[in-house]
């Protein structure tokens, strides 16, 4: 299990702001959902946890290392938005897209070794009957259960997702929560996932941040739940005033 500490994170494309001064910590083996209006940074936030952005201002540490250490140690399994619908134009099966996420381990994918670890993962989503099918047949929930379980093969101990549920229909988003909230019980790791769906993101996570540029609210989700209503003002960026 690792912690996520950001301190300060500041950052902008071009000259116009779009984090700044960002400071929370997400604790070992916590769950916790960023919400706020489009635009407001969330995925460019993930990007920077992730390691894939760098901040202009401030320091990520992952349990204690910085990104790019925890990045090539794979304590990271990151789930960019859109990458199911991305990956489902490949004539690849469900067992080669999981497999995958082992090309940093020095197995083969071809190997005995790979092919279990495929099938493990594959049952801790609940996807094993799908192995042999192409990734492209399957339906949206089916699909993005097939990407955790690629970003799981890796065993990282910090698992970003954004906006996992985004064109997939209610009762698979809910699966897809639930799923997530298992693992995080189950396995005991860290998530931190983008979501616009307040309603069910907010009750499989525990924790709450809220992101307009600036952060506005961290916290439990239970107390998110109960000031979001008076909250509605952060619901809309409508430019930098800071
Ligand atoms: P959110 O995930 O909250 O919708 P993003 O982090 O995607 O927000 O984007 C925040 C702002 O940064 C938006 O105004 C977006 O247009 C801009 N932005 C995102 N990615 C880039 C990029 N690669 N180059 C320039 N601007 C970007």
């Known amino acids: ?20 001064n ?15 209006p489009n635009g407001a940074g969330k995925s460019t936030l993930l990007k920077i946890i992730a390691g894939l952005v760098e901040p202009a201002g401030g320091q990520v540490l992952i349990g204690g290392h910085r990104v790019r250490n925890a ?5 990271i399994g990151y789930v ?35 092919k279990h670890i495929v099938s493990h993962m594959l049952e801790l989503v609940g996807a094993d009957m799908l192995k042999g099918r192409r990734i492209g047949e399957l339906s949206g929930g089916q699909q993005q259960r097939v990407m955790v379980a690629r970003a799981l093969a890796g065993n990282p101990q910090l698992l970003l997702l954004d906006e996992p549920t985004s064109g ?5 988003s809910v699966k897809i929560y639930q799923l997530l909230s ?45 000031s979001h209503a008076t909250m509605r003002h ?8 800071g």
């Not at 400071?23 to 919400?35: A, D, H, P």
């Open 182 to 226: 298992q693992l995080n019980t189950t396995l005991g790791i860290t998530i931190v996932m983008v979501s616009h769906d307040i309603e069910n993101a907010t009750c499989s996570a525990a924790k709450v941040a809220c992101i307009n540029r600036s952060l506005c609210f961290f916290g439990s989700s239970e107390q998110f739940r109960s």
């Open 71 to 75: 990045a090539r140690q794979g304590i």
């Open 168 to 172: 997939i229909d209610y009762a698979a």
């Open 80 to 114: 960019p938005q859109h990458y199911a619908q991305n990956t489902a134009a490949f004539p690849a099966t469900v067992e080669e897209i999981v497999a995958l996420g082992l090309v940093n381990s020095g197995l083969s994918l071809k190997s005995k070794g790979a």
């Open 1 to 20: 299990m690792v912690d996520v500490k950001l301190n300060n994170i500041t950052f902008g494309y071009n000259a116009e702001f779009v984090l700044n």
């Open 234 to 241: 952060l619901w809309y960026y409508s430019g930098y005033t």
């Open 22 to 36: 960002i400071s929370l910590t997400v604790e070992n083996g916590e769950f916790v959902v960023v919400v706020g």
